[in-house]
């Protein structure tokens, strides 16, 4: 067994905040964590930086075909375990699978996952937010099968697929070593969710730490953090990160047939984790 422990979702689905509460806890200072040193346990695998050194001097990850990328994440992920201090965890929207026969995370490196879904209707505004989409946009790109990330010089392209697909991927089979958390159910009750972390990890029940570590990690302190001095994950096509945060924005900004057509693109998983809106 490895010592990676992924924190998967689709992207808009609450992974920063997952990740700021775990470095939090582990940290447990007496004041909230930088989020722009988010990397002292955690990583991103998709950081071109990372890549640089298993391709040829002079050539630059934005010169690499996507086949060529993930030929490499094998080495790249066997680097991130070989140089970590014990679990060290890695952010990833990269569904549970593979591209062309390349595995998109190594098993042997491998401890295991969290995983966070949350309402595609939710994902879809806070998407075309986030990335300058229009809505109907967003709702074709969640619903493509084959859809991904660009090149860009920071960061390699992710394999994503559909919401459906991603969502499926990663919860179809359960497993001990795979955590699936709801980001409603973190916004509703996050003493009671990220308890569930601090279980999973193995840690000594600690409702000290746990208030602290919640309090820190809070939607409102990492906006403000944002505010402050910005945030080194942002796209450059966002005029923010951390947004509004909070569940149903869709009532008030998808039209019924969009709404419509969501369901209809994604209506097993969805009801699977009972997003489906009442009549």
Same mark, same amino acid.
Request: net charge positive; hydrophobic share 35%.
């Given at each position: 067994?490895? =010592?990676?422990?992924?924190?998967? $979702?689709?992207?808009?689905?609450?992974?920063?905040?997952?990740?700021?509460?775990?470095? =939090?806890?582990?940290?447990?200072?007496?004041?909230?964590?930088?989020?722009?040193?988010?990397?002292?346990?955690?990583?991103?695998?998709?950081?071109?930086?990372?890549?640089?050194?298993?391709?040829?001097?002079?050539?630059?990850?934005?010169?690499?075909?996507?086949?060529?990328?993930?030929? !490499?994440? @094998? !080495?790249?992920?066997?680097?991130?375990?070989?140089?970590?201090?014990?679990? #060290? /965890?890695?952010?990833?929207?990269?569904?549970?699978?593979? /591209?062309?026969?390349? @595995?998109?995370?190594?098993?042997?490196?491998?401890?295991?996952?969290?995983?966070?879904?949350?309402?595609?209707?939710? +994902?879809?505004?806070?998407?075309?937010?986030? /990335?300058?989409?229009?809505?109907? *946009? #967003?709702?074709?790109?969640?619903?493509?099968?084959?859809?991904?990330? @660009?090149? *860009?010089?920071?960061?390699? @392209?992710? +394999?994503?697929?559909?919401?459906?697909?991603?969502?499926?991927?990663?919860?179809?089979?359960? *497993?001990?070593?795979?955590?699936?958390?709801?980001?409603?159910?973190?916004?509703?009750?996050?003493?009671? +969710?990220?308890?569930?972390?601090?279980?999973?990890?193995? !840690?000594?029940?600690?409702? =000290?730490?746990?208030? =602290?570590?919640?309090?820190?990690?809070?939607?409102?302190?990492?906006?403000?953090?944002?505010?402050?001095?910005?945030?080194?994950?942002?796209?450059?096509?966002?005029?923010?990160? /951390?947004?509004?945060? $909070?569940?149903?924005?869709?009532?008030?900004?998808?039209?019924? *047939?969009?709404?419509?057509?969501?369901?209809?693109?994604?209506?097993?998983?969805?009801?699977?984790?009972?997003?489906?809106?009442?009549?």
């Amino acid at each position: 067994m490895g =010592n990676i422990l992924w924190v998967a $979702s689709y992207p808009k689905s609450g992974n920063t905040w997952v990740r700021a509460f775990i470095e =939090n806890y582990i940290q447990n200072l007496d004041h909230a964590i930088d989020i722009n040193t988010m990397h002292k346990i955690s990583t991103a695998e998709s950081a071109a930086h990372r890549f640089q050194p298993h391709i040829a001097q002079g050539q630059s990850t934005t010169d690499l075909s996507l086949e060529e990328i993930c030929a !490499l994440r @094998p !080495l790249v992920q066997a680097d991130i375990a070989r140089q970590a201090n014990g679990t #060290t /965890f890695v952010k990833t929207h990269n569904y549970l699978g593979e /591209f062309n026969g390349h @595995p998109l995370h190594r098993s042997s490196v491998t401890s295991g996952a969290i995983y966070i879904v949350r309402n595609p209707l939710d +994902v879809t505004v806070s998407m075309a937010k986030y /990335f300058g989409y229009t809505l109907d *946009e #967003t709702i074709a790109y969640m619903a493509e099968e084959m859809t991904g990330t @660009p090149n *860009e010089k920071e960061n390699v @392209p992710q +394999v994503i697929t559909s919401w459906s697909m991603h969502v499926s991927s990663w919860t179809q089979q359960p *497993e001990a070593s795979r955590l699936v958390l709801r980001y409603e159910d973190i916004l509703d009750n996050p003493k009671k +969710v990220f308890r569930k972390i601090e279980s999973f990890l193995g !840690l000594k029940k600690d409702p =000290n730490r746990l208030k =602290n570590a919640i309090k820190h990690s809070s939607f409102a302190q990492l906006k403000a953090q944002e505010a402050k001095k910005g945030f080194v994950e942002k796209h450059e096509n966002a005029n923010s990160f /951390f947004r509004k945060g $909070s569940k149903n924005q869709w009532r008030e900004v998808l039209s019924d *047939e969009q709404v419509a057509r969501i369901i209809e693109n994604h209506k097993e998983q969805m009801e699977r984790f009972k997003y489906i809106p009442a009549k």
